[in-house]
C-alpha cells in the first residue's frame, strides 16, 4: 500500500510543480491564507505551550515551522515526509531555522516521539484506492500519530458534508463524525471536532494530557 502512495505522490506532486508556481497551491492548498486558517486550528492543541516539540507528518514545503515562528514560542520542530524532494526544498527553504529538522521516512511508524503531532492535507487524496481501504489506512495513520504523541496530536480531513458539486472524484471526504468517535473512543477523553472556520475540511484535536 505505501509503495503504491508513494508513487501516486510523485506523480501528482511532479504534475503540480509544472502548473503552479504558488507553493500553497503546490502543496494542495487554494491559497497561504487557507493554509494559515487550517494551522490556526491545529495551533489550539499547543497553544498555551512553549518549550515543547512537534512531529508534522507529511510537512511538505514545511509552512507550519513558518506559522510556529510567528507565535514567538521555544519549539522544536520535526517534518517529515515520504517524497525527499519535500524534504530537500523544506531544508533549503528553512535553513535559517535551528530549531527545525526535516526527515524523509519510509513509513509513519518512523515518526520519533513529541510532545505533539500535527497532518494537515495528508488524508485528502486517496490515490485511487477504495473508500474502505482509505478510510482504514487513516485510522492505522491516527493510531500511530497517538502513539508517537506525548500530550496531544490533531489532523484535518476534507468533510463529507461538502457541496456535491464542489466535490472531486480523486479526493477522499472523510465523515468527521465517524472520526471523533474513533478517537474518544480509543485515544482520549478529551477530544474536538472544529467543523466550524468556513473551509471545505474539520479537525480533529486529541489532547491526551490536559494543558
Partial sequence: MLEGILNELKQYYGT?????SDESQFVGWKNLQSQWVRFDQIYRIMEHDSGFSVNDLGCGLAHFVEYLHQKQIDFHYAGYDMLDEMIQAAMRKHSKFANATFLKIQQTSDLAEADYTVASGIFNLRYGMSTEDWTQYMLDTIAIMNE???????????????????????????????????????????????????QYDFTILVRKQTQ
Fill in 148 to 198: 508517537k504523541s506525548r500530550k496531544a496530536f490533531a489532523f484535518n480531513a476534507l468533510t463529507k458534508y461538502s457541496d456535491p458539486e464542489f466535490m472531486q472524484d480523486e479526493l477522499h471526504y472523510s465523515d468527521p463524525l465517524f472520526l471523533f468517535d474513533h478517537c474518544k473512543r480509543n485515544f482520549a477523553n478529551d477530544v474536538a471536532l472544529l467543523h466550524d472556520y468556513k
Fill in 16 to 20: 503540480r510543480r509544472s502548473n503552479f
